[in-house]
């Protein structure tokens, strides 16, 4: 299986902050990877899944609760105005549902709003690793 998010969760008591945020039994929050953005959360199943309809209710279930859990924590620890909340999982080698939680703070530039925010990923300039794991202890303590 060619999946980068099983890859990481087969390796999970390895990972760092940055990717192991918050867990529990159906969820992993993670940093996404490469983004200039700091505080770009990934909702990711601990299992292989590839479509939301795949998930179990009990997945369902916890999916809403983790997604206004981590816009609060993002409130609390980046200060921005709301949360962007996506789902695609149409990259090459990343199939595997995952849930974009992207903080947009109230000074963010008009032409980056909305959708328009996925040009923060695959930066040149991402935000360092040092930075994601302090930022992801923080947004751990306001969970």
Do not use: N
Not at 6 to 22: K, N
Not at 57 to 80: I, M
Not at 90 to 102: P, S
């Amino acid at each position: 299986m060619d999946c980068y998010s099983c890859e990481r969760e087969a390796g999970f008591a390895g990972l760092p902050p940055r990717e192991r945020i918050a867990v529990d039994e159906h969820w992993r929050v993670a940093h996404a990877v490469g983004s200039a953005l700091p505080g770009w959360l990934v909702l990711l199943p601990r299992r292989h899944v590839t479509t939301i309809g795949e998930l179990t209710d009990a997945e369902a279930a916890a999916l809403g609760s983790w997604q206004v859990r981590l816009s609060r924590a993002l409130a609390a620890t980046t200060g921005c105005a709301k949360t962007y909340v996506a789902q695609f999982a149409e990259a090459e080698g990343f199939a595997h549902v995952h849930f974009h939680v992207v903080p947009r703070a109230v000074d963010h530039p008009v032409e980056l709003r909305g959708p328009r925010v996925f040009g923060l990923l695959g930066s040149e300039r991402p935000v360092p690793d040092g930075r994601m794991d302090e930022l992801a202890l923080r947004i751990r303590a306001a969970l």
